[in-house]
């Protein structure tokens, strides 16, 4: 790099230090009369004209320049999308410690920082940004200081860290001399020209510079260059709180997207997790201020990979069999409505409990041993399928004296136990790689989760790792393999209540038998008690009378608090299984708490109420606006069928006072009654009378009751409502036909929502709500 001046002056306000001194005596040497590419700006005269001032009083004159401070450095990391390379700042308290790494760090030995809530690791001397709790590319990180934005481009990026030392020590020196006009020469061909501080462009060149270009302005369109982030128009995020209050675990649905654009269950859940902080810092204000609330974090649960990835074949299995004809379609289908078929197979059920179990248990056991401080509770939230999933392994959960992590491993199917990583190469014959792996400290159940590229990076070659990766996935997941494991004895503790309550005696001990042999040789289309009802989907009524139990629930390593199901097909699946009804007394084993929540056009969901009570025709309970309000159009709409019924109610009020006139005969027509006598007809004319003005004051005044009377409903939810419905837009109210396919997959960005799962976690801390004043 070389640069030159296109302003010289007899004397410097200051003497620059000792590295500016040195860049600009190297770079004297450089600059020629050809290559100043700006205009040159006239010499300070050496002799005084008879007139003038002395050239020490202009000197005085003259402002003096600002003293150089050194530029403050923000962190930002890389994010790759449809090919365009996008930077993102960090929170400053994220900065902050990556800058403190970086000053305070050894040389030789890596330092990590954690940032982004402690779910990424930053290696500050490789410069490279790591997830934590899911599988995602490694990102790159920058220490920026310059920042560049071309002429079509909508953000500043970060330059290179070399790059960007070289324009602040030639800043530094342009500061220092108060010698702008300043022009940088790099060997890639590019130009930087300092006009002066708050301008300072960039130039490209075109390919092969050709002879006839003399300047910079005959390349290209420059960029616009900025020193520092606070010059950049860019939004730097805020921290998030340290303290965690409450841990939730989000399942997704089916397939591997969860909105309409196509988005990850890890996307989606970043997007809920902002908007529960933007909540937080509105609605439990003073609650934070008072160090009363941290913030609530939310992981994804993925078991999508797991089920369509290589350990199952499943993939390769189904596209065997498919046409080739509409392909898009086809492939669309095979990798999203086949979920629902998979689930109702018992042996990829089993693929799927076990995976959403184990992927539970995993990053709950990551998320405690970062933070060994976390004393607060879990919740679990699924979303559409992911719900009925749920539904069906917390029915299934052991309570009581049995602890939860009795058996979370022992129902492994790669369970070393079962077999060792020396047998299963030497049924391969590929005995040699064993030392490699067992450098790694891998075993089956490690190596069954490895992805190829994983092998690859210990050198075995392409058909051996092949080989491998295919026999321990199918080893793994085989039906001969799952069959080895032993259904479990069922607890002998009474249930807390049914999901169909058809028997109200209390059998003795001695029946127990006889009692379960009965129910299990009913069929499924009759009443199903649920103490038998624990096997959830893809039972028979053959295999279940032969006792046969295909699907064997894991048991989760905590008791979740609370269980929220998003736009869930629960109360469908139940009622195609054969339950009828639901025990208000039942409630799940290990959970006291369940929501279902809805939007009112979701043609995926349904209602579980009716299922507990069925007597009473219950509306759903309306989720109130973040804001604190209901939406304008359904006021309106609910103004309009008030102001109708009114007018209904005056109509017959005056029809009514008609015909009671008419009806009445004339008096002069009655027959002379003698006083303190009475007759038949006009005792009842009387009473007729007042019942029908009793009956139109009970019609006036029903419209202004609008609140429904606290009913219990059942202890699914201990008593309190279950279903709640979402408020519409008012653009989704024209045709509900169209936004029925968004209303299922809208929950991940209504803040209606996680404000309703914010109140529930904070209302079990005796944290007081707040409503923002408007």
Not at 161 to 166: A, G, H, I
Not at 252 to 257: D, R, V
Not at 259 to 284: E, G, K, M, T, W
Not at 709 to 720: A, F, H, S, W
Request: with cysteine; glycine share 6%; aromatic share 8%.
């Amino acid at each position: 790099m070389s640069f030159s001046s296109g302003e010289q002056r007899g004397q410097s306000p200051a003497a620059p230090p000792a590295k500016a001194q040195d860049l600009l005596n190297n770079s004297g040497q450089n600059v020629t009369a050809e290559n100043a590419c700006v205009d040159q700006v006239s010499p300070a005269l050496d002799e005084a004209s008879p007139g003038s001032t002395s050239p020490f009083e202009m000197l005085d004159m003259e402002p003096v320049p600002p003293p150089y401070q050194k530029v403050q450095p923000h962190w930002f990391f890389c994010k790759r999308a449809d090919d365009n390379t996008l930077w993102f700042p960090f929170s400053r308290e994220d900065s902050d410690k990556l800058e403190n790494a970086y000053n305070t760090g050894d040389d030789e030995c890596e330092v990590v920082v954690a940032v982004d809530g402690e779910r990424y690791d930053v290696h500050v001397k490789e410069r490279k940004r790591y997830a934590i709790y899911w599988e995602q590319a490694t990102t790159e990180v920058r220490r920026c200081t310059w920042f560049y934005k071309g002429d079509k481009d909508t953000r500043f990026m970060p330059y290179p860290e070399d790059f960007s030392n070289s324009l602040e020590d030639a800043y530094m020196i342009a500061v220092t001399l108060d010698e702008w006009k300043r022009k940088l020469d790099f060997p890639t061909g590019e130009t930087v020209i300092l006009h002066n501080p708050k301008l300072i462009m960039h130039y490209q060149p075109i390919g092969t510079q050709e002879d006839w270009v003399s300047s910079p302005s005959e390349q290209t369109r420059p960029r616009t260059v900025k020193r520092g982030v606070e010059n950049i128009a860019v939004e730097i995020p805020d921290g998030e709180p340290e303290k965690v209050d409450h841990l939730v675990f989000m399942v997704h649905g089916i397939g591997p997207a969860c909105d309409l654009r196509f988005r990850s269950i890890i996307q989606c859940v970043n997007d809920f997790r902002s908007a529960s902080l933007s909540l937080l810092a509105s609605h439990y204000k003073h609650a934070q201020l008072e160090g009363k609330v941290g913030r609530v974090e939310f992981l994804p649960v993925n078991w999508h990979s797991a089920l369509h990835g290589d350990a199952t074949g499943v993939d390769e299995d189904i596209n065997r069999i498919t046409l080739p004809s509409i392909s898009r379609l086809r492939h669309f289908t095979n990798d999203t409505l086949l979920d629902l078929f998979f689930y109702n197979s018992p042996t990829y059920c089993q693929t799927i409990v076990d995976t959403v179990a184990s992927e539970i248990n995993r990053l709950h056991t990551l998320f405690k041993q970062r933070h060994p401080e976390f004393k607060g509770d879990n919740s679990v939230v699924g979303h559409s399928l992911g719900s009925l999933i749920l539904f069906d392994m917390l029915t299934n959960q052991r309570s009581g004296s049995e602890s939860p992590r009795d058996e979370v491993l022992s129902d492994d199917p790669c369970h070393p136990k079962h077999d060792t990583l020396e047998q299963a190469l030497t049924r391969l014959g590929l005995q040699q790689y064993l030392p490699t792996l067992q450098a790694e400290n891998l075993d089956l159940e490690s190596l069954a989760l490895c992805q190829e590229n994983d092998v690859k990076d210990l050198g075995i070659p392409l058909g051996p790792r092949k080989k491998i990766l295919k026999y321990v996935r199918r080893k793994c997941f085989s039906e001969d393999y799952k069959a080895t494991r032993q259904p479990k004895a069922k607890r002998q503790d009474p249930p807390q209540g049914s999901l169909n309550s058809e028997e109200n005696g209390n059998p003795s001990p001695g029946s127990e038998a006889q009692k379960a042999q009965l129910h299990r040789t009913q069929s499924i289309t009759s009443s199903v008690d649920y103490e038998y009802f624990n096997m959830g989907i893809g039972q028979t009524s053959e295999g279940i009378a032969k006792g046969q139990v295909s699907i064997n629930y894991p048991q989760l390593a905590f008791h979740p608090q609370t269980f929220f199901a998003f736009g869930s097909p629960i109360g469908m699946f139940l009622t195609v299984r054969g339950l009828k009804r639901i025990d208000p007394n039942y409630s799940f084993p290990t959970c006291k708490s369940f929501y279902n929540i809805y939007h009112p056009f979701d043609p995926v969901a349904y209602r579980i109420e009716p299922m507990i009570i069925s007597e009473v025709d219950l509306e759903p309970m309306l989720i109130p606006h973040h804001k604190g309000r209901k939406r304008m159009h359904l006021e309106l709409k609910e103004s309009l069928t008030r102001m109708s019924m009114d007018l209904k109610n005056n109509v017959l009020g005056s029809l009514r006072s008609a015909w009671q006139s008419l009806a009445r005969l004339p008096v002069a027509a009655l027959p002379p009654v003698e006083e303190g006598e009475t007759t038949v007809e006009g005792n009842s004319q009387e009473r007729q009378a007042e019942n029908e003005e009793a009956e139109l004051k009970v019609s006036m005044e029903q419209p202004e009751q609008a609140e429904q009377p606290e009913i219990k409903m059942g202890m699914l939810n201990g008593g309190r409502r279950i279903d709640h419905v979402l408020q519409e837009k008012p653009i989704e109210s024209f045709n509900e036909y169209l936004f029925a396919i968004q209303s299922h997959l809208c929950y991940w960005e209504s803040e209606d929502t996680a404000l309703l799962l914010l109140k529930e976690i904070y209302d079990k801390l005796d944290v007081t709500f707040e409503q923002p004043q408007q």
